[in-house]
């Protein structure tokens, strides 16, 4: 059982984690072991609620294929527990990003008094510079 937080939580036959050869530079134990982790959550088949689904079908990750399902490639740590674990923390991540609501943004004006000092601070560096120029004689 994955814990996302109070409300949401995941099964552990909804993702399916793969271990698969780390790339990059490591020497040749990197051609050995298997310690990169691939894990995939299939949004559309998940327990999670409607409105939860469609936020996570819509953001706009390079990480969702077209099928709805998301592929999270762990390969940064050492051992394979350690990227399942990161792996899951991204997943979890991932998810609590979407239950996050943006308050809409409600259009403030600047005061009267902010306006009024905004315009004297501008004819006031105004007269500074006019006062660094040439005198004509």
């Known amino acids: 059982m994955i814990i996302i937080n109070n409300t949401i939580s995941l099964h552990d036959n909804e993702i399916e984690i793969s271990a698969i050869r780390a790339q990059g530079a490591g020497g040749q134990n990197v051609n050995k072991v298997s310690s990169a982790i691939h894990l ?5 088949a998940s327990s999670l609620n409607d409105e939860l689904k469609q ?6 990750d390079k990480r969702i294929t077209k099928e ?8 940064s740590l050492r051992t394979q527990e350690q990227n ?3 792996a899951i ?3 979890q991540q991932f998810i609590i990003e979407a239950t996050r609501v943006n308050r809409p943004r409600t259009p403030t ?6 306006r009024r000092k905004r ?8 007269k500074t510079k006019a006062l660094r120029r040439k005198v004509d004689i």
Do not use: M
């Open 40 to 44: 995939r959550f299939d949004i559309p």
């Open 55 to 60: 936020r996570l079908l819509a953001s706009n």
């Open 68 to 75: 709805g399902v998301l592929v999270i490639k762990a390969q």
């Open 84 to 86: 399942r674990l990161d």
């Open 89 to 91: 923390e991204r997943l």
């Open 109 to 114: 004006k600047p005061s009267r008094s902010a």
């Open 119 to 126: 315009t004297d601070q501008k004819t006031q560096r105004g």
